[in-house]
C-alpha cells in the first residue's frame, strides 16, 4: 500500500537559521488559522523557555492540509545540545527539509543533522532562507552546500536534490534565486513531488515504532510514533516489546488515538500505515519501544542515539538556607523527577552519585544539563549542582577525550584576541576564511577546555561574536590546562548584607550579590581577579560612635552587583564549589562551608 496522501517530513537545520518561522509560514498559508484568528511568531516554540530563549528545545509534530494531500512536519532545535531530539524523531519522516542562513551558510550543526539523515538514506529538499537578508550571499551559499554534500559522500541522487530559496518571515519561496516568491506553494509542490510516500501493508499485524513520549495528567502516558505496518484501532489489545532489550513483552490496551491536523490533535478511531499518531494505554512506554500486534511480536530496531559527553552531579541542597524557598528538596522527590525525564530524553543518562543523597546526570553539554535544572527550578525543585565534567573513554589502553569543532564568526579586529585565547586552551587551528565582512575560524579543541569560555569570548569580541560547538569524536588526552584564572570571594559569618560591608569588600574583586542580600559562611558573595580565594565580611556593620553626621551611610558608593544566570555560573563554578538552585535564588558556595575545615582540607591537598 502507499499512501499518496500523505507525507511524512522533518525540518532540519542549524541554530536560528529560521526553522520554526518557516513552519510559521506553512501553517498560515495550509489553513491551520481561521480567517481573522490572532496568530503568534514561532508558535510551534510552545513552553515558556523555548520563547524566553527563542531558540527550539523540544522537536514537535504538526500537520498541514495542502490540496488532498496531508503533509506530517515535525519542526527540530537546531542547538548541537539536543542532538538527541533530532535523531529519534529521524525514524519518523520519509525526507527532510534542510535549512541553511543566506548569509551565515552551512554551519556545525548542519553538517550533524544533514550526515545524520543521510545515513538513513532519507530524501533531501535545500532550502536557502532568509534571502532578503541585506548581507546574503545566495551562490556562495549554494557552492557550500554542493561541497557539504560531497564531503559527506552523497548519492547521485542526493547530489541532485531540489534547491529553493525562501523567505520564512515573508512567507514566499521560489525555485529560482533570481525570481520574487509570492507565497510557499513552490515549497509545498515541492514536498509533494520529491519526498516519498509512505509505503506498507495494511492487511499485515500492527507494527508502530515509539519515538516520542508525552504526558497528559487525564490520561497519563502518551506514545507518539509512525505506523510501519498494519492498523491501529482504539480497543485494541496490542503487545509492548523493545528490540535493545531482553525483557518479555507485556500486553497493553489501546485507549485513545489522536491524529495531528495543524496545531492541534484530534481524536481518531483507527489509523492505519504511515500515520503519525498519539496514542494512550500504555503504561510504562518509553521511546524507542515497538506496539505490535498479540499475535506477532516483532519489534523495529531503535535509531542509536549518540552518548552524552559531560556530566554533573545534583545532589539535596544541604546549606543553610535549605528548604526555605524549594517544594520538592529529599533525594526521592529528586530521584523521581531524573526518572521522568529519562523517559522522553534519549541523550540523557542519570546513575547513582558517590554519595545517598546525589546522582551523576550526564548529557550533551552544558546547555543540556542547565535547561534541565532550569525547568526542575520552575517546577519547585530545590538542589545543589556541581561543575560540569567531561566524560573520559579508554580506548586500547589509551585516555581518550571529547573533542568540539568549533565555528566562530567574529568582526576582523577581534581575530587575534580569540585565536591566541583558543591556542591557549589546547585548540587546534582546522580553516579560516571571509564570510561578507566578518571573518569565520574554525578550531578543534577538549570539550572541558571549552568550560567558561563563552562569556569570555562575548567580552573579547564585545558582544558581537557568535560562537557554535559541535561534538566531533575522541581524541588520546592533550594534557592539563587551567581554565579559570580567578578566585573566589567567600562570606564569612552568616547574615544580611550591609552596604558598609560591601563599600569594603567592593575593592577586592567583582560583587554578585547587592544590599540586603542574606548571606551565610562559605557562600561566594564575589570574584576575585587573583588566582585565589579571599574570605571577606560583607555583613559587617558601622561601629557607633560618639560623633555622627546626617547621611554618613548614604554617602558611601557601591558598583552595582554582577547576577550570574544559570549558565554564567555553570561555567563561573571551580571543582570545590556548588550552585545551590532554588525556585527563587541561583547561589554560588563552597562545598565545604565552614572557612576552618576548608582550609584544613586545602591544606592536606596542598600536602598530597
Given at each position: 500500500m502507499i499512501r499518496e496522501d500523505l507525507r511524512n517530513v522533518a525540518i532540519i537545520a542549524h541554530v536560528d537559521h529560521g526553522k520554526t518561522t518557516l513552519v510559521d509560514g506553512m501553517l498560515q498559508q495550509g489553513g491551520a488559522y481561521h480567517e481573522n484568528q490572532a496568530t503568534t511568531d514561532r508558535v510551534m516554540d510552545s513552553n515558556d523557555l523555548e520563547k524566553e530563549r527563542g531558540i527550539t528545545i523540544l522537536a514537535k509534530n504538526?500537520?498541514?492540509?495542502?490540496?488532498?494531500k496531508k503533509i506530517n512536519v515535525i519542526d527540530t532545535p537546531g542547538h548541537a545540545d539536543f542532538g538527541g531530539e533530532v535523531e529519534r524523531i529521524l525514524k519518523m519522516v520519509n525526507g527532510v527539509i534542510l535549512l541553511v542562513d543566506a548569509a551565515e551558510g552551512p554551519m556545525p550543526q548542519t553538517r550533524f543533522v544533514l550526515q545524520k539523515a543521510m545515513e538513513i538514506g532519507h530524501?533531501?529538499?535545500?532550502?536557502?532562507?532568509?534571502?532578503?537578508?541585506?548581507?546574503?550571499?545566495?551562490?556562495?551559499?549554494?557552492?557550500e552546500v554542493l561541497e557539504l554534500l560531497i564531503d559527506l559522500n552523497a548519492t547521485d541522487d542526493q547530489l541532485d536534490s531540489p534547491m529553493l530559496f525562501c523567505s520564512g518571515r515573508s512567507g514566499t519561496a521560489s525555485l529560482s534565486p533570481d525570481v520574487e516568491g509570492k507565497d510557499l506553494i513552490p515549497l509545498l509542490d515541492t514536498i509533494v513531488d520529491y519526498i516519498p510516500a509512505p509505503e506498507g501493508e495494511e492487511d499485515e499485524p500492527l507494527q508502530l515504532l515509539v519515538s516520542s513520549v508525552d504526558y497528559s495528567d487525564y490520561v497519563g502516558k502518551i506514545g507518539v510514533g509512525r505506523i510501519e505496518r498494519g492498523t491501529l484501532r482504539v480497543g485494541q489489545e496490542v503487545s509492548v516489546c523493545n528490540y535493545h532489550s531482553n525483557e518479555k513483552p507485556r500486553r497493553a490496551k489501546i485507549i485513545s488515538i489522536y491524529q495531528f491536523d495543524g496545531l492541534s490533535r484530534s481524536a481518531t478511531q483507527s489509523a492505519t500505515v504511515g500515520d503519525i499518531v498519539c496514542f494512550s494505554g500504555v503504561e510504562e512506554v518509553s521511546i524507542g519501544d515497538t506496539i505490535c500486534a498479540t499475535d506477532c511480536v516483532e519489534?523495529?530496531?531503535?535509531?542509536?542515539?549518540?552518548?552524552?559527553?559531560?556530566?554533573?552531579?545534583?545532589?539535596v541542597n544541604d546549606s543553610p538556607f535549605a528548604g526555605q524557598e524549594g517544594k520538592f528538596v529529599t533525594s526521592r522527590q529528586i530521584r523521581a523527577r531524573l526518572e521522568k525525564e529519562l523517559l522522553k530524553d534519549v541523550s540523557l543518562r542519570v546513575s547513582d552519585g558517590e554519595t545517598t543523597d546525589s546522582f551523576k546526570v550526564a548529557g550533551r553539554g552544558e546547555m543540556h544539563l542547565s535547561i534541565l535544572i532550569e525547568n526542575m527550578r520552575r517546577e519547585g525543585y530545590e538542589l545543589c549542582c556541581s561543575t560540569p565534567r567531561v566524560l573520559y573513554k579508554e580506548i586500547d589502553g589509551i585516555l581518550h577525550e571529547p573533542m568540539e569543532r568549533v565555528s566562530i564568526d567574529v568582526p576582523?579586529?577581534?581575530e587575534g584576541t580569540v585565536m591566541q585565547k583558543l591556542g591557549a586552551r589546547k585548540g587546534e587551528f582546522v580553516d579560516m576564511s571571509k564570510v561578507g565582512t566578518r571573518t569565520r575560524i574554525e578550531y578543534l579543541i577538549p570539550s572541558r577546555c571549552l568550560l567558561g569560555y563563552r562569556s569570555e569570548f562575548m567580552?573579547?569580541?564585545?558582544?558581537?561574536?557568535?560562537?557554535?560547538?559541535l561534538f566531533d569524536g575522541y581524541q588520546p588526552f592533550k594534557g592539563d590546562v587551567v581554565t579559570r584564572f580567578t578566585g573566589s570571594l567567600i562570606a564569612s559569618e552568616t547574615g544580611e548584607a550591609t552596604s558598609y560591608g560591601l563599600f569594603n569588600t567592593q575593592d577586592r574583586g567583582a560583587m554578585f550579590i547587592g544590599v540586603q542580600t542574606p548571606v551565610y559562611e562559605g557562600m561566594i558573595v564575589g570574584e576575585c581577579p587573583k588566582q585565589e580565594d579571599i574570605v571577606v565580611n560583607v555583613c559587617k556593620k558601622k561601629h557607633l560612635t560618639a560623633v555622627r553626621s546626617k547621611g554618613a551611610d548614604e554617602a558611601l558608593i557601591l558598583v552595582p552587583p554582577r547576577i550570574l544566570s544559570l549558565e554564567q555560573a555553570i561555567e563561573y563554578i571551580a571543582d570545590d564549589e556548588l550552585i545551590e538552585v532554588t525556585p527563587k535564588s541561583i547561589r554560588l558556595r563552597k562545598r565545604i562551608l565552614n572557612t576552618e575545615l576548608r582550609l584544613k582540607a586545602q591544606a592536606k591537598l596542598n600536602k598530597a
Open positions: 504538526t500537520a498541514i492540509r495542502y490540496g488532498d530524501r533531501i529538499i535545500v532550502v536557502v532562507n532568509k534571502i532578503d537578508r541585506p548581507d546574503a550571499r545566495i551562490q556562495e551559499v549554494i557552492d519489534p523495529l530496531e531503535f535509531v542509536k542515539v549518540s552518548e552524552p559527553t559531560m556530566e554533573m552531579t545534583f545532589q576582523e579586529e577581534s567580552t573579547d569580541t564585545k558582544g558581537e561574536g557568535v560562537l557554535n560547538t
